[in-house]
């Protein structure tokens, strides 16, 4: 990849077809936004007006999605601590990548590459590098999540990515599931049923959960746009509130709170070995109705 300036030292921008995407790698390497033509496809705002990876289009999970349950967890037999980073939210929440600055180590007209090199502190103990991929086309974006041990110990890993969607009069989800987590009052998951799938306004829909099962791709559908996202992970968290102008379909590799379960490797949390690396992608592809 060739590496053109930047237009602001944090804010690149890659182009394809009709499609524009903005990255701010400096706050937790998020896509500020992506639009065909002026229309937003997922939530998105002006780069320089974005002030947090929270109010952002897409942002990754790394090194874990969704919960650390009470800001601790337990592995190979010692105990562990994390810090609060979710205003007061009583659980350590989607990780420590969507909270720091990520480099820009290679960057074209329709491709970019961050990474981020984590030391280990309070908010995660182990030191793990993770790199994340951007190749835009005109009418997909295509994003890949490496993450590398670069600690001594082995050490649990789950990683994703959040985005948000524009929740427009006709949006539509349809998705092909086998369960669903109930959660108790925190959003920590306490019991696995059936859920045969998703077909339904958005509106109507009242989901905060964690999915099972997901095949083939999530189909989002309004009055303007037609999407479909694919990811290699085979789990779904679903977020859809009443009183927010967005709502949430996230590929994630392993159930919330996986770690706390008795086989975190069965709900998908993954043991990394010293030096050893794990990998996902996600696409989301972009038609015109």
């Not at 002006?46 to 967890?73: E, K, T």
């Not at 990780?95 to 090199?117: E, I, K």
């Not at 009052?185 to 049923?193: E, N, W």
């Amino acid at each position: 990849m060739s590496a053109p300036a930047p237009l602001t030292p944090h804010r690149f921008e890659l182009h394809a077809g009709a499609l524009r995407l903005a990255v701010r790698p400096d706050l937790g390497g998020c896509i500020a936004g992506l639009w065909h033509r002026e229309l937003p496809v997922l939530r998105s705002c002006d780069p320089p007006l974005l002030d947090s990876a929270r109010a952002s289009g897409c942002y990754p999970l790394v090194p874990y999605s969704n919960r650390i349950g009470y800001r601790r967890f337990r592995w190979r037999g010692r105990d562990y601590t994390t810090e609060r980073n979710f205003d007061d939210n009583p659980h350590s929440v989607h990780g420590v990548g969507w909270l720091r600055p990520w480099t820009v180590v290679a960057s074209g007209a329709n491709d970019l590459g961050l990474r981020l090199s984590h030391p280990g502190d309070a908010h995660w103990p182990f030191a793990f590098e993770a790199e994340q991929y951007f190749a835009l086309e005109p009418d997909a974006l295509t994003v890949r999540l490496v993450v590398t041990n670069t600690d001594e110990r082995p050490q649990p890993v789950g990683l994703g990515w959040h985005p948000y969607f524009p929740k427009r009069s006709r949006s539509r989800l349809h998705v092909e599931l086998s369960d669903r987590w109930e959660s108790d009052a925190t959003q920590l998951p306490t019991r696995r049923v059936p859920q045969p799938g998703i077909d339904g306004d958005v509106s109507h829909l009242g989901f905060d959960h964690c999915f099972e099962g997901w095949k083939g791709a999530a189909r989002i559908r309004d009055e303007r746009l037609s999407l479909s996202l694919s990811s290699s992970l085979d789990r779904l968290v679903v977020y859809t509130p009443a009183d927010k102008p967005y709502f949430c379909v996230e590929p994630v590799s392993h159930v919330s709170n996986a770690v706390h379960m008795a086989d975190p490797i069965a709900h998908g949390l993954r043991e990394l070995e010293a030096g050893a690396r794990t990998e996902a992608w996600m696409r989301l592809t972009v038609g015109v109705v």
